[in-house]
């Protein structure tokens, strides 16, 4: 597929990987100038509607999430036959690559790594996504190992607080939850049970289960005692072994109930493992788990059929559940509920009589899909009303308000009144083909848009400073407020400055020279590129200028190959002060001046930074803009 351009617009570069529907490739967008990843559905499943259905869904779901831990979509189309996807791309690795690796990971790392999952598994769950298949596979580690969650290819949207599988299992087998193995209802909390996996990986460096099937791994997360972080890696801090057991506990009532609570009991591992406080057990609320350890390298995804594996996997009877013999129980502990429930209702009636009635409390439904909230009220003796609202940052059917608020008194049988969000609302895309640029700012803002980048070139015969080309042309429908992208027609005395890094200088006065520009001042500083070579233009590439116009650049001197090459790792914590610190390490060489790292941060983190340098290297720690530190390496 090498050179082939997809949607007009996107250039196939190289295979990235495959997968069990798809296969992805690098791309660059020939509009936006960026590369950008491709996920292209396999010829063989483009006639079959189920498979089109679940690639659409995928696009779908990934595109309601915005997170700086989620891998964004930016596209959705078809070419001829392929159906495809259009995805940032992430320069890195996966998680499973660093741990093949390194092994075992530092734990604050790994605490670092699993608090970014968290964060995007929370955003995801909030708007009513279940990832399905967390494994250190689906997640991306940029240049500076932040983590970024890919492959939303088997979640499911839902509209109440859990879901099902029926027929089969689907997932990776070592990070399946007990309830996806089971096939019972499964919610947020089972994506949970699989980042307690990779944590539990990226801490020991291997799986907790191993077999020679794997339907047998699937069996050991139902009935197999699980091992402890370090009877595997004694030198595992107490407190992440114990983070660990609650987010693999096999009962959910003794998991995480949200990612939310995992994110805070991971936020005081680090703050433990920085030292800012000591670790207590009496501090948390921990399970205790007394769970035998083993490895394996088995880690497909896999789609278990109960009719094959009938013998070997726990019963179930047709509603889903785990065991008849359970279900009877739970029957006679809710005919038993009920019977009391209902006693209470009859001398409730007696107490309080007819007139009045008693008074309630108000539970907090805010948060909750319709449903829910309808049984909570329902439980609490309450009514409801719905009004709708489009609200961008809540998920549909998800209650964003109600009126009385929680907690307050009010008697039974109350209509409380949700509103409830009808999700993002779309808007018809207008033509800005022959405006101009003011017209068209006026053109979005009335119709509730937003202007994007803007970018110039020259056609011939077109009017000049009208608008040639937008991003998304009508008819089609976005989310209001989306920005869109424009090119513009320059006049014919203007020209776009090309892009002249990397050029040699003669190379670049040619450029120039042939687009009516004039090469201005050649200033040399001391690089590691190629002598000769450009690094720095005034004005910047893409700009728009007038023939004529004096370009200056900055080119490399060479340093000398003689002179020693390092390259080593540094650590560094984040001294005591505000709770954002914009922390910049700097390295200073024989090459220059350059930052290395640049994020912000609280105090007590600590940061672990790779330093290559030349000749003589020292190493410069600022915290929000003030030098705190020094090295020389």
């Known amino acids: 597929m090498e050179q082939k351009i997809i949607g007009n617009r996107y250039q196939i570069l190289d295979s990235i990987g495959t997968g069990g529907m798809a296969e992805v490739y690098k791309a660059f967008d020939t509009f936006l100038n960026r590369e950008v990843a491709v996920k292209i559905l396999r010829a063989q499943y483009t006639d079959d509607e189920g498979f089109v259905s679940r690639f659409r869904q995928e696009a779908q779901s990934a595109a309601r999430l915005i997170h700086p831990n989620i891998v964004n979509v930016y596209d959705v189309g078809r070419d001829d036959d392929s159906y495809y996807i259009i995805m940032e791309y992430v320069k890195g690795k996966t998680l499973k690559e660093l741990i093949s690796e390194v092994g075992a990971l530092d734990p604050m790392t790994a605490v670092i790594i699993a608090h970014g999952i968290a964060s995007a598994l929370k955003h995801a769950h909030s708007r009513g996504i279940i990832h399905c298949d967390i494994k250190p596979h689906n997640i991306l580690l940029d240049e500076n190992n932040n983590p970024k969650v890919a492959d939303f290819g088997i979640a499911r949207a839902i509209t109440t607080a859990t879901m099902t599988y029926t027929a089969s299992v689907v997932g990776s087998v070592h990070y399946l939850s007990p309830e996806q193995v089971r096939g019972e209802k499964i919610s947020a909390q089972s994506d949970l049970y699989s ?49 660990v057991a609650k987010a693999l506990a096999k009962d959910k009532e003794e998991r995480y109930a949200s990612a939310d609570e995992f994110l805070q009991d991971l936020e005081y591992a680090a ?67 009920a019977v009391v429930s209902a ?26 899909t319709v449903v829910e909230a309808q049984n909570i009220l329902a439980q609490a003796k309450l009514g409801y009303t719905i009004d709708e609202e489009y609200n961008i940052k809540v998920a549909p059917g998800t209650v964003i308000s109600q009126n009385p608020g929680a907690k307050r008194m009010v008697k039974e049988g109350r209509k409380i009144t949700l509103v409830v969000s009808k999700g993002v609302e779309l808007g018809d895309v207008p033509d800005l083909k022959g405006k101009r640029l003011t017209e068209a700012k006026a053109i979005l803002k009335s119709s509730r848009f ?31 407020g989306t920005k869109l992208d424009v090119v513009i027609n320059i006049k014919s005395n203007q020209v776009v400055l090309p892009d002249l890094i990397g050029l040699s200088s003669t190379s670049a006065k040619n450029k120039l020279n042939d687009l009516g520009l004039v090469l201005g001042k050649v200033n040399t500083v001391v690089s590691k590129e190629p002598d000769n070579t450009v690094i720095e233009m005034n004005p910047a590439s893409k700009e728009v200028v007038n023939v004529g116009t004096v370009v200056d650049i900055t080119v490399s001197k060479n340093v000398d190959s003689t002179k020693p090459q390092q390259s080593q790792y540094v650590e560094f914590i984040v001294p005591a002060g505000s709770d954002h610190q914009e922390i910049k390490i700097v390295v200073v060489d024989d090459a220059g001046s350059r930052i290395v790292y640049n994020n912000t941060h609280k105090p007590g983190v600590r940061l672990r930074q790779q330093i290559d340098g030349t000749g003589n290297i020292r190493v410069q720690f600022y915290s929000n803009d003030k030098l705190v530190e020094e090295r020389s390496l």
């Open 195 to 243: 980042l307690g996996i990779l944590l539990f990986e990226m801490l020991t460096g291997c799986l907790p289960y191993t077999a020679e099937t794997p339907v047998a791994v699937a069996l050991m997360h139902v009935r197999e005692r699980m091992p402890l972080v370090r009877e595997v890696n004694s030198e595992v801090p107490a407190v992440l072994e114990k983070v």
């Open 271 to 337: 703050d433990v493992l920085s030292g800012n406080i000591e670790y207590n057990a009496k501090d948390r609320v921990f399970i205790a788990d007394d769970n035998p350890a083993a490895e394996t390298s088995l880690d497909e995804t896999i789609r278990i059929d109960r009719a094959a594996y009938a013998d070997q996997l726990p019963p179930r009877d047709e509603d889903g559940s785990a065991d008849k013999l359970e279900r009877k129980k739970r029957i006679k502990r809710w005919l038993i509920g």
């Open 343 to 368: 006693s209470f209702l009859i001398i409730g009636l007696f107490s309080f009589g007819v007139i009045g009635g008693p008074e309630v409390e108000v539970p907090d439904v805010t948060g909750k």
């Open 450 to 480: 937003e202007l994007g980048r803007v970018s110039y070139k020259y056609v011939s015969g077109a009017p000049e400073e009208t608008i040639l080309e937008q991003s998304v042309a009508p008819p089609a429908k976005l989310p209001i």
